[in-house]
């Protein structure tokens, strides 16, 4: 309900001019004529001193300004007969049919036909043309996660991402990046920590109850209903909006953000050259830079990594690193992590309420998810990187440490179907090109968020590891006849399978010498941690195993050769090796937004903030510069250490064979990519299914091209050729 307020000489505000009026003048009485002449209105009736314009002679030209109501205090920065023009639409620079109140407008602006403009500070060259509201509160926030004073603790805005009960809630702040939002979610049992995180966004805020939106140079904004409480950066682009409300839209000359029909924006922040389009709805949200939502898109409590698309579909209460990809509006996502670099398809329905009892339950993905069509999983359920999951209704939940794997599923009462290594063994193009095609896609111009798009990286090497030493575990059970049992903790009451095998290191060893001496044996194991109550069929264990190694050889031979490469070596010695061996050694990896990060380099930026020799989020970034600047030579460490893990001894300790099988063997991974990538192009052309909707074979190549003439093959075969001889070089003195 309205209240009526009776104005008088005694309750009319004073007014204080914001500092941009210092350099303004007062109307003279003859622009006042002129103005009152044009159908202006000032209220309270005949207040014309609270409107400032510009001081330079010529610069003002009061003809300009026609059918307006002002109100409060207004300044206004040059106003000159020229027109602005973006795309087909072109406005002489004015204000007209608007009502105007404590605003500053800077130079040669159009505002048009704006039924409420208030409490804002507008850039030069800005058209404002046929909106409804626009109006911001002294007490606006923009988004982010800060309380003004007087505020309780109940309105601020947190975004419960990963979980739908916001046990693992954030708070926005304008340069979140999703690796922020990784560390402050998922460390959750710290109380010190999680408050010096609020303390960290609440940083710099003064709680000033005087707050006013801004509008940037150069932005357009036109046929939009609301927008209350926004902040817009320069050269935004927002058309047919329907609300926009304490939200910043970041933007710059280099990434335009633009907003499209129909979009309904609340509570948080959108990143630097993202695009917002076609009834898309968010809700407590950050969404980071190079970004598109449209058609129908609904996002809500989730934080959104760089260059990802979604459309059509829904996302609720999740954290999703850079280059996610999600297009389909039969399909969702909750209630989950998602590491980046993922594709959720069609139909595939990730709910915590989907199939489970609760709303508490998680999915935690690494980077590469693949989710097949139509696909549902139970939560709580987990899985390594770079895991492709074949079309089903998964209803037990999942623990798939097996990374670069296909998961299957036979029935719901029968154990899981995994090929682990499967991407290596059937799938390499994927591999090949993932790098490649991640780097081409991002736009950005500023990276703050760090990102590894190399699939075959330290994290990914890490989990390789651990499946390579579970792969030994299972035989070593396997060859023993050991089935693994339901074991009960009687100190904490939960049911769970044993992830070790009790065999002893001596039957492990047995087990590593049968895979290496059988390349051939074909048999099966049976993991039951892999899903819950029916476990999991592991086929092709001993490919699987060899194929691993292989990679992690790969890994650290091309990581030598980078290291090389960077440092003017031509050739690796054993006193080359050495040096290297002096690096910082660490062997725990985590994926950190996006960015590849020691975890005890984590915890030295826990003891910082806890400390407060970090107190702002900046110095966060600051710190991840910082690994990230170091982080090749952490690489070339780690790579050491898997060659000294695979093979048991001292690099230094390593005969000419050893490393002459190193170098075949990583020829053979090299040759593989390319030629693998060669057949799964080529299959397109050559299978009698694939050609058999074409009339002829030129009907087929002007419809797919020719292998031939693929460009990223042209490229992976001088970058092969180019490889295999470097690698040749630098182990040249070691074999």
């Known amino acids: 309900m309205s209240t009526l307020r009776i104005l008088s000489e005694e309750n009319v505000e004073k007014l204080v001019f914001p500092p941009q009026a210092q350099e303004k003048r007062a109307l003279t009485e003859e622009e006042i004529e002129v103005l009152k002449a044009n ?14 314009v510009c001081a330079e002679a010529g610069e003002f030209d009061p003809s300009l300004i026609r059918n307006c109501e002002f109100s409060g205090f207004v300044v206004l920065g040059i106003l000159r007969k020229a027109s602005l023009k973006y795309h087909d639409l072109e406005l002489e620079c004015g204000l007209y049919e608007s009502y105007i109140k404590n605003c500053v407008i800077g130079d040669d602006c159009v505002v048009r036909n704006v039924k409420l403009l208030e409490n804002y500070h507008i ?6 043309f046929n909106i409804q509201e626009m109006t911001c509160t002294c007490h606006s926030k923009f988004g982010n996660g800060i309380l003004k004073k007087g505020e309780s603790e109940a309105n601020r805005i947190w975004i419960g991402v990963a979980n739908e009960n916001e046990g693992r809630a954030v708070l926005p702040f304008e340069s979140m990046i999703p690796a922020d939002a990784y560390l402050w979610s998922h460390y959750r049992d710290d109380k010190n920590l999680l408050q010096r995180f609020v303390e960290m966004t609440e940083y710099g805020n003064s709680g000033k109850t005087d707050t006013f939106g801004t509008v940037g140079n150069d932005t357009v904004i036109k046929n939009t209903n609301l927008l209350k409480d926004v902040k817009i950066g320069c050269h935004a682009y927002i058309k047919g909006a329907l609300k926009l409300k304490n939200i910043t839209i970041l933007s710059s000359e280099d990434e335009i953000s633009q907003i499209g029909e129909g979009v309904e924006m609340v509570n948080g922040i959108m990143g630097y050259g993202s695009r917002v389009f076609y009834q898309a709805v968010t809700v407590r949200f950050v969404i980071g830079r190079n970004c598109q939502i449209k058609y129908g898109a609904r996002i809500l409590n989730t934080v959104l990594g760089d260059n990802s698309t979604v459309s059509c579909c829904e996302l609720l209460n999740n954290l999703i690193f850079p280059c996610h990809e999600q297009h389909h509006n039969s399909s969702f996502l909750i209630a989950s992590t998602i590491c980046g670099q993922s594709n959720i398809a069609s139909g595939a329905t990730i709910g915590s309420n989907h199939n489970s009892r609760s709303p508490d339950g998680e999915i935690f993905a690494g980077r590469g998810f693949w989710p097949g069509l139509c696909s549902d999983f139970k939560h709580n359920s987990k899985f390594a990187s770079f895991v492709l999951v074949s079309k089903g209704s998964y209803q037990h ?23 682990p290594a499967f991407w290596f063994l059937y799938n390499m193009f994927a591999i090949a090109r993932n790098n490649s095609k991640f780097k081409k896609r991002d736009k950005r111009m500023v990276k703050i968020q760090h990102i590894e798009f190399d699939p075959i990286a330290p994290d990914t090497m890490q ?3 651990e499946a390579i030493t579970r792969l030994i575990e299972l035989s070593a059970c396997y060859l023993a006849g050991i089935h693994e049992i339901s074991e009960i903790d009687q100190n904490s009451g939960f049911s769970f399978f044993a992830e070790k095998c009790t065999c002893s290191e001596k039957l492990k060893q047995e087990a590593k010498n049968y895979l290496h001496r059988h390349p051939n044996a074909n048999f099966t194991l049976t993991d039951m941690a892999a899903q819950k109550k029916y476990g999991a069929v592991i086929y092709k264990p001993v490919k699987a195993y060899k194929e691993y190694r292989k990679i992690l050889k790969y890994f650290s031979a091309r990581t030598l050769i980078e290291y090389c490469r960077r440092n003017g070596i031509s050739e690796l010695t054993l006193d080359g090796l050495d040096r290297i061996c002096a690096f910082p050694l660490y062997t725990e990896w985590e994926n950190v937004g996006g960015q590849i990060v020691p975890h005890k380099k984590i915890e030295e930026l826990f003891a910082a903030i806890k400390s407060r020799k970090v107190e702002q989020w900046q110095q966060v970034h600051d710190f991840y510069d910082e690994c990230q600047k170091n982080y090749e030579d952490y690489k070339v460490r780690y790579a050491v250490y898997l060659l000294e893990l695979l093979y048991s001894r001292k690099i230094t300790e390593f005969s000419k064979e050893i490393f002459a099988d190193i170098v075949a063997d990583v020829i053979l991974v090299s040759d593989e990519m390319y030629n693998s990538s060669i057949a799964s192009r080529q299959k397109d052309f050559t299978d009698y299914f694939r050609r058999m909707v074409y009339r002829n074979a030129t009907e087929m190549e002007n419809v797919l091209g020719s292998a031939q003439a693929n460009g990223f093959l042209k490229e992976l075969k001088v970058l092969t050729d180019s490889f295999n001889a470097e690698l040749k070089t630098v182990f040249a003195k070691l074999c």
């Open 39 to 52: 159908g202006n209105v000032c209220s309270p009736s005949g207040q014309w001193q609270n409107i400032r």
């Open 123 to 128: 850039g030069e060259r800005v058209i404002l």
């Open 397 to 419: 939940e999942l623990n798939i440490k097996y990374p670069f794997s296909l998961v299957a599923v036979e029935a719901p009462d029968k154990p899981v179907h995994i090929i």
């Open 463 to 465: 989990e390789i590891a």
